[in-house]
């Protein structure tokens, strides 16, 4: 943006400006979006910054993609129990690994 610039005088120009910038040590950012999946960054660099009573976030490093993970509800664990009879921990065991209300019950009513 400022091409040539030595960076405290860049760093004085925002000071004066009411422009404030910092450095944030981290080893992960997960960011969980509304679709169910997460935007994962390892080994970010990340930047903080203040502009006009407002603070941002400058993310760069190395990105994935990836399905969050949905658990199980304590509805779907009630309604296993009552139409099977299996314990709440059988119920929610079965329930993780199919992943289906109707097939968990199917496979504990066998």
Do not use: C, H, R, Y
Request: glycine share 8%; charged share 30%; aromatic share 2%.
């Amino acid at each position: 943006m400022f091409g040539g610039l030595d960076p405290k005088k860049m760093q004085a120009m925002m000071k004066q400006m009411g422009m404030a910038q910092e450095e944030i040590d981290a080893s992960k950012v997960i960011i969980e979006k509304t679709d169910n999946t997460k935007i994962i960054i390892e080994n970010p660099s990340v930047t903080k910054i203040k502009m006009q009573g407002q603070e941002t976030f400058q993310i760069a490093g190395n990105i994935s993609e990836q399905e969050a993970e949905v658990g199980v509800s304590e509805e779907d664990i009630q309604t296993i129990v009552e139409k099977t009879g299996a314990s709440e921990e059988k119920a929610k065991e079965i329930l993780e690994k199919t992943g289906d209300l109707a097939e968990a019950i199917l496979e504990l009513s066998e």
